[in-house]
């Protein structure tokens, strides 16, 4: 079946990038996306890339996709506190992309 | 734009007990609309699926008939836990989905609920 998987932590100092890596199986994905949960809140949709680009950038967020590897991720550049949480890549698959697969999520603490 | 909400936001219950949450879109159609778990650190697993006016697809190991879900309009989903155990208690967030206004399937995610059942 359909897997997605991320390392489950990531820890970065204040200013540096932080880089979180997914892998997923499922190669007629259409849409791959990045949600942030803070703690005991819902998913944020972060940003989102179409399977038929390679890279997208949304001011500090930077999404690399190699989708010959499968291999999605996401980069924070200039990394604040405000960005602690945990971060879930998920694939859309479905006849219509309308059901989503999501990866473990990774727990990015940021170190001031 | 697109916002989705979930009441109540934490609720607590009595074992035997039955529990209902309301997912609702607040400014949409959701034609879709989803109900996932989430236990402590993990991630979001897919409960059912359901559209609007027919019955509610489930996942498997998902009983359909201890996680009873109502899709009766466009804007409101309901999902009643019935017969509350505390190995119900969880994280419970639903999302909706429409065609329209939308320009990509996207799903846009409640606040969602903390259920704990004593």
């Known amino acids: 079946g359909e897997d997605v998987e991320q390392s489950l932590f990531l820890s970065v100092r204040e200013g540096d990038s932080s880089v979180i890596n997914c892998t997923y199986t499922?190669?007629?994905?259409?849409?791959l996306y990045w949600y942030k949960q803070e703690p005991g809140a819902g998913l944020q949709l972060l940003t989102y890339?179409?399977?038929?680009?390679d890279m997208k950038q949304d001011q500090r967020l930077t999404v690399l996709l190699n989708k010959k590897d499968k291999h999605l991720s996401l980069r924070i550049a200039d990394t604040q506190t405000g960005d602690s949480a945990i971060y879930f890549c998920?694939?859309?698959?479905?006849?219509?992309?309308?059901?989503?697969?999501f990866g473990p999520g990774t727990r990015l603490s940021v170190l001031p | 734009g697109a916002v989705v909400s979930q009441h109540p936001s934490w609720v607590i219950c009595k074992s035997g007990t039955s529990v209902k949450i309301e997912c609702r879109s607040l400014?949409?159609?959701?034609?879709?609309m989803f109900w996932y778990r989430q236990f402590p650190k993990q991630s979001l697993m897919l409960m059912a699926t359901?559209?609007?006016?027919?019955?509610?697809?489930?996942e498997q190991g998902v009983e359909k008939d201890k996680f009873l879900i109502n899709h009766a309009s466009l804007t409101l989903s309901t999902l009643t836990v019935t017969s509350a155990h505390p190995e119900d208690s969880s994280f419970y967030i639903c999302?909706?989905?429409?065609?329209?206004?939308?320009?990509?399937?996207?799903?846009?995610f409640g606040p969602g609920t903390r259920l704990t059942v004593l």
């Open positions: 998920a694939e859309s698959i479905g006849n219509y992309g309308q059901n989503f697969v």
């Open positions: 890339i179409f399977s038929n680009m």
């Open positions: 999302s909706a989905s429409g065609r329209g206004y939308l320009t990509y399937n996207e799903q846009f």
């Open positions: 359901s559209n609007e006016g027919s019955k509610a697809t489930y």
């Open positions: 499922d190669s007629s994905s259409t849409y």
């Open positions: 400014d949409f159609q959701a034609t879709t």
